[in-house]
């Protein structure tokens, strides 16, 4: 609902992103939160008031128990790094990265949909243009892309993303990320055209005829079940593709590299660890 996805993203990123300031960030998304709402639909005070009192809550439960599910994680990241690494290793931790997600996204429908009903008519059709605006600007943003500009945009995704966590990196390691690129299968369209679908959903949920708040989270739980087979299928070799470059990578990883990346695990540990005493200390 009401920019889920970019609340959800919001939250992985503070807690796994392994900044610095992980620990100062993290305790002020009751403020944060309701700004970023606020790019899809204006709220007024009062219903300020209430996503105030609704994400209280709703932070606690993720602070106690959520955070400590997260240290586990880096665990077993830990002692999976101690060995090489397979595809399956790769898998395995994207798995619990997806569950954490999906945790989340199953709590957060709580206070989403009680919001939801409090909104005007005139909001609900401000949050749908809105999605319907973004729509407009991510086809504009991806599909004017040549294939050969996708590939490269991809092959810079992974080259950043891995650098941020390796260092630099030598030119067999980004050989092995260009022939990932490669094999890509294009997904920009068809994701594109899921989203349109989801919008297209958003809309019927939002007429708030009764039981729209139960249908919302049933066509989420079915999700798998609606979205369409050749999106599936591009989706699991696209993943397939990547979690092979990842370990191939990863195995590759210098001296110094390694130190770095068990450094970023070990800070973001440290800033786990410290918002977990924090809410045990209140």
Same mark, same amino acid.
């Given at each position: 609902?009401? !920019?889920?996805? !970019?609340?959800?993203?919001?939250?992985?990123?503070?807690? /796994?992103?392994?900044?610095? #300031?992980?620990?100062?960030?993290? $305790?002020?998304?009751?403020?944060?939160?309701?700004?970023?709402?606020?790019?899809?639909?204006?709220?007024?005070?009062?219903?300020?008031?209430?996503?105030?009192?609704?994400?209280?809550?709703?932070?606690?439960?993720?602070?106690?128990?959520?955070?400590?599910?997260?240290?586990?994680?880096?665990? @077993?990241?830990?002692?999976?790094?101690?060995? *090489?690494?397979?595809?399956? @290793?790769?898998?395995?931790?994207?798995?619990?990265?997806?569950?954490?997600?999906?945790?989340?996204?199953?709590?957060?429908?709580?206070?989403?949909?009680?919001?939801?009903?409090?909104?005007?008519?005139? +909001?609900?059709?401000?949050?749908?243009?809105?999605?319907?605006? +973004?729509?407009?600007? %991510?086809?504009?943003?991806?599909?004017? !892309?040549?294939? *050969?500009? %996708?590939?490269? @945009?991809?092959?810079?995704?992974?080259?950043? $993303?891995?650098? @941020?966590?390796?260092?630099?990196?030598?030119?067999?390691?980004?050989?092995?990320?260009? #022939? &990932? #690129?490669? +094999?890509?299968?294009?997904?920009?369209?068809?994701?594109?055209?899921?989203?349109?679908?989801?919008?297209?959903?958003?809309?019927?949920?939002?007429?708030?005829?009764?039981?729209? *708040? *139960?249908?919302?989270?049933?066509?989420?739980?079915?999700?798998?079940?609606?979205?369409?087979?050749? %999106?599936?299928?591009?989706?699991?070799? $696209?993943?397939?593709?990547?979690?092979?470059?990842?370990?191939?990578?990863?195995?590759?990883?210098?001296?110094? +590299?390694?130190? !770095?990346?068990?450094?970023?695990?070990?800070? /973001?540990?440290?800033?786990?660890?410290?918002?977990?005493?924090?809410?045990? &200390?209140?």
């Amino acid at each position: 609902m009401y !920019r889920v996805c !970019r609340v959800y993203l919001l939250l992985a990123l503070l807690v /796994l992103g392994g900044c610095s #300031s992980t620990t100062f960030v993290y $305790n002020r998304l009751d403020f944060l939160l309701p700004w970023y709402l606020d790019d899809y639909v204006e709220l007024n005070t009062v219903q300020d008031q209430f996503l105030d009192d609704q994400l209280q809550p709703f932070l606690a439960w993720h602070r106690d128990l959520e955070l400590p599910l997260y240290l586990q994680i880096l665990d @077993d990241i830990d002692r999976r790094l101690d060995r *090489q690494l397979t595809v399956d @290793d790769i898998a395995a931790i994207s798995l619990e990265f997806e569950d954490a997600w999906f945790r989340l996204e199953d709590r957060a429908l709580d206070w989403l949909l009680a919001l939801g009903e409090r909104l005007t008519q005139e +909001q609900v059709q401000e949050f749908l243009a809105a999605l319907w605006e +973004q729509q407009e600007k %991510y086809e504009k943003k991806y599909l004017k !892309r040549s294939d *050969q500009e %996708y590939r490269r @945009d991809s092959y810079d995704s992974l080259v950043d $993303n891995l650098q @941020d966590y390796l260092g630099r990196m030598d030119k067999d390691q980004k050989q092995v990320l260009e #022939s &990932a #690129s490669e +094999q890509l299968m294009r997904s920009d369209a068809i994701w594109l055209r899921e989203r349109a679908s989801w919008v297209q959903r958003m809309e019927e949920f939002m007429r708030r005829e009764p039981g729209w *708040q *139960q249908a919302v989270r049933d066509s989420i739980k079915r999700r798998s079940e609606t979205v369409a087979a050749d %999106y599936v299928e591009l989706y699991e070799h $696209n993943l397939g593709v990547i979690y092979a470059a990842l370990a191939e990578t990863l195995n590759s990883r210098t001296e110094k +590299q390694d130190t !770095r990346l068990r450094k970023k695990i070990a800070d /973001l540990r440290e800033d786990l660890q410290t918002l977990v005493a924090q809410g045990q &200390a209140q």
